[in-house]
């Protein structure tokens, strides 16, 4: 299936940006479906770390464990682990304006895994399709109103 893109651009300084949008506690802030993230262990891959995200999908809560890998300052991985739809996301922060301003991309593939292959077809790639465009509209404002 197709990558989901969504880029968005944010008055704010990339550092700025880059360390919010990495920090799982930020997640339910800006991302719709999350209900809660944690972090759990530095032991990731790469140099990142792990961490346990609860999403809202459809009428269920499904937790999913989510390798995170940072490649500052404008890089970051994250790889599903486990669960029946694992999300795979490559985001960029790229410097605007010298600097003063930021666009982030996040690019998201999804990997259906027993129940899984009928869920991402009939409702989780809708619902990231509706979903990611109106996170990186809530990441902007959450950003720009000074939050972070």
Do not use: C
């Not at 949008?21 to 209900?35: A, F, I």
């Not at 995200?53 to 490649?71: F, H, N, Q, S, Y």
């Not at 922060?93 to 690019?107: H, K």
């Not at 009928?118 to 990611?132: D, G, N, T």
Request: charge should be neutral; proline fraction near 7%; avoid cysteine.
């Amino acid at each position: 299936m197709a990558t989901i893109v969504a880029s968005t651009e944010i008055l704010r300084r990339p550092e700025d940006v880059f360390a919010y949008v990495t920090d799982p506690s930020h997640l339910p802030d800006w991302q719709e479906s999350v209900v809660r993230a944690e972090k759990v262990s530095d032991a990731a891959a790469g140099g990142g770390f792990i961490s346990v995200i609860t999403r809202r999908v459809g009428p269920r809560e499904m937790k999913m464990t989510a390798e995170i890998t940072l490649d500052p300052p404008g890089r970051w991985t994250v790889r599903g682990v486990d669960g029946p739809v694992r999300g795979n996301v490559k985001g960029t922060v790229e410097p605007l304006a010298d600097g003063a301003r930021s666009r982030v991309t996040i690019e998201l593939d999804l990997d259906g895994h027993g129940l899984g292959k009928l869920l991402v077809p009939l409702v989780v790639r809708r619902q990231a399709q509706s979903e990611l465009p109106k996170n990186m509209q809530n990441l902007k404002a959450t950003l720009e109103s000074g939050a972070g």
